[in-house]
T-cell receptor, first 115, second 112 residues
Framework: AQSVTQLGSHVSVSEGALVLLRCNYS??????LFWYVQYPNQGLQLLLK??????LVKGINGFEAEFKKSETSFHLTKPSAHMSDAAEYFC?????????????FGTGTRLQVTL | DGGITQSPKYLFRKEGQNVTLSCEQNLNHDAMYWYRQDPGQGLRLIYYSQIVNDFQKGDIAEGYSVSREKKESFPLTVTSAQKNPTAFYLC???????????FGPGTRLLVL
């Protein structure tokens, strides 16, 4: 069975500071890993994904994540936070089997950006 | 523009009533999914469908039903058996080996 743990349900950073959102996963097979962002009362938007190519993945809006197999981690970072980054972020894992991809989501991290 | 549409944006259910949430996609995706989102619990899979006329239960299927008569459409019915239906419902679709899921804007279901 797959699982995802997101450490910290709320993270607060100052505008211009480094953003670090943590994600650890458990999977019995090589995983596909995803980060999504959700703004209030909206659907989820894909930020980036890891699919066994490069371990450092670059996404939209200046975000990136590094896959570390030894640490079973896929933490999301952004060098300089912007007010528009305030949202909820979800990490998800898939085993990639079958035609449909069953995603297992973490419980989310709400990012607050202060002046 | 290609995408996923969900309607209505808000839906109100009375006690003992079945309600149906619509999900339509024009992305030509094979697989479609329904998730339920509650505060602090992330997203939980209700049902998913890999092809037309076929669907499988997810982790929390009790009290819900679906159909997949057309590739573009995957409606979700919240039945009276679902005792705690208040939540945000998200529909998604995916295609191809990498199976990235793309999400609709969601429907918020409230109980009167």
């Amino acid at each position: 069975a797959q699982s995802v743990t997101q450490l910290g349900s709320h993270v607060s950073v100052s505008e211009g500071a480094l953003v670090l959102l943590r994600c650890n996963y458990s999977s019995s097979v090589p995983p596909y890993l995803f980060w999504y962002v959700q703004y209030p009362n909206q659907g989820l938007q894909l930020l980036l994904k890891y699919t066994s190519a490069a371990t450092l993945v670059k996404g939209i809006n200046g975000f990136e994540a590094e896959f570390k197999k030894s640490e079973t981690s896929f933490h999301l970072t952004k060098p300089s936070a912007h007010m528009s980054d305030a949202a909820e972020y979800f990490c998800a894992v898939s085993d990639g089997s079958g035609t449909a991809s069953k995603l297992t989501f973490g419980t989310g991290t709400r990012l607050q950006v202060t002046l | 523009d290609g995408g996923i549409t969900q309607s209505p944006k808000y839906l109100f259910r009375k006690e003992g009533q079945n309600v149906t949430l619509s999900c339509e996609q024009n992305l030509n995706h094979d697989a479609m999914y329904w998730y339920r989102q509650d505060p602090g619990q992330g997203l939980r899979l209700i049902y998913y469908s890999q092809i037309v006329n076929d669907f499988q239960k997810g982790d929390i299927a009790e009290g819900y039903s679906v159909s997949r008569e057309k590739k573009e459409s995957f409606p979700l019915t919240v039945t009276s058996a679902q005792k705690n239906p208040t939540a945000f419902y998200l529909c998604a679709s995916s295609i191809g080996r990498l199976k990235t899921q793309y999400f609709g804007p969601g429907t918020r279901l409230l109980v009167l």
